[in-house]
């Protein structure tokens, strides 16, 4: 329960204002622990504003949107309609996949698939797949193209697999588009609808969306940049529109810090999904100990959060919590991106001064 009363978490207010500090236009932070509710926010709404981003803001959330998929995928295996570990060529036979290639493998990045939005080879060489944020002046300029899934998957499946499948694991957002045609094939209804009758609607998150190819993000919200080159000149674009089908359901959704919190302590406690898949989902693979659909990380002096993290072109979200769901940290974020990703090293700082601070156990 919240108190009428936000008592001041000077820590928090510190933290974040680094992170505005070291290049982010505006953060936006929810926690809720023991001590209660803490929502702050540092930097601002706008390049060039003074209006602080809006604390109920709405923000693209990126790659969080691959734990409601999984949700979702887990959902439909509760229900028997999916089983974790058939062939997803049982269910999509018309891209001719690798019959050892799971459900499960989709969901815990072990499938080999090649990353339709960029991959690297194993000795490092980067391998372009769409036009994506790492594409500058062409990702800007084909920023409301309409991608259809099937299209994204067909350009994956057009590069060599990474790995044998289930020999390895490599971060495809391919996976997650397989995921959204496997629920769409296996319901006969919009991955949205399913989204909305096994997640949004029982919990009530009303600032939770999965668009299309709908450009726009629902009032009010902090606003995203690009910055890319031009006939050698810098120029910084805003990006808040745009068509989220390049990513697709690698990362197409738009949610709240509010909303987050109430999904991922629902998911971890055990609202959404029966015990047995809920601790299938949280069982990592050890080379990067990502479950299905989430991270499990170690914090500092000791104790595990469950987490994913997401960008989306000048848009991020944080979401993590405590295995029981008793403590939680979701923020959103507004930046000015590019195709060098430049601020990745600063976005990882951060977060861990984030965790640290609220999961992690001070020093004796």
Not at 28 to 43: K, P, Q
Not at 104 to 117: D, E
Not at 180 to 194: N, S
Not at 315 to 335: E, I, Q, R, V
Request: hydrophobic share 40%; proline share 7%; no cysteine.
């Amino acid at each position: 329960m919240s108190s009428p009363i936000q008592k001041d978490r000077p820590e928090l207010r510190k933290v974040i204002q680094e992170m505005v500090d070291s290049g982010f236009v505006g953060v936006s932070l929810r926690v809720h622990d023991e001590r209660g509710t803490w929502t702050g926010s540092a930097g601002a709404s706008e390049l060039g504003g003074t209006a602080r981003p809006p604390a109920g803001g709405h923000v693209r959330i990126g790659s969080n949107t691959k734990t409601f998929t999984a949700t979702v995928v887990l959902g439909l295996v509760a229900e028997g309609r999916i089983a974790l570990d058939t062939p997803v060529d049982d269910h999509l036979p018309e891209f001719g996949l690798d019959r050892r290639i799971t459900v499960r493998m989709l969901l815990q990045h072990t499938s080999g698939i090649f990353n339709f939005t960029g991959d690297f080879d194993p000795d490092g060489t980067y391998v372009p797949g769409i036009p994506a944020t790492t594409a500058g002046q062409e990702w800007v300029e084909g920023r409301f193209t309409t991608y259809a899934p099937e299209e994204l998957v067909r350009v994956a499946l057009a590069k060599p697999a990474r790995f044998e499948p289930g020999a390895g694991w490599s971060y495809s957002n391919t996976n997650y588009v397989l995921a959204r045609l496997l629920i769409e094939q296996v319901t006969g209804r919009p991955v949205a609808e399913e989204m909305r009758r096994l997640i949004l609607d029982p919990l009530g998150l009303t600032g939770t969306l999965q668009p299309t190819a709908e450009t726009g993000v629902p009032a009010p919200h902090a606003h995203a940049y690009y910055r890319y080159e031009e006939d050698g000149q810098a120029r910084t674009v805003d990006v808040t529109a745009q068509n989220p089908s390049w990513i697709s359901s690698g990362g197409d959704m738009i949610s709240t810090t509010a909303d987050l919190h109430t999904f991922i302590s629902a998911l971890v406690g055990g609202r959404l999904l029966p015990a047995e898949l809920l601790a299938e989902m949280l069982t990592p693979e050890s080379k990067a100990g990502y479950g299905l659909g989430v991270f499990v990380q170690e914090v500092p002096g000791g104790g595990t959060v469950i987490t994913h993290n997401g960008g989306m072109a000048g848009h991020a979200a944080l979401m993590y919590s405590t295995p029981d769901g008793g403590t939680t940290l979701t923020a959103a974020l507004n930046y000015v991106d590019d195709a060098a990703l430049s601020l990745g090293p600063a976005f990882q700082q951060a977060t861990q001064r984030l965790v640290t601070e609220v999961f992690g156990t001070p020093a004796p």
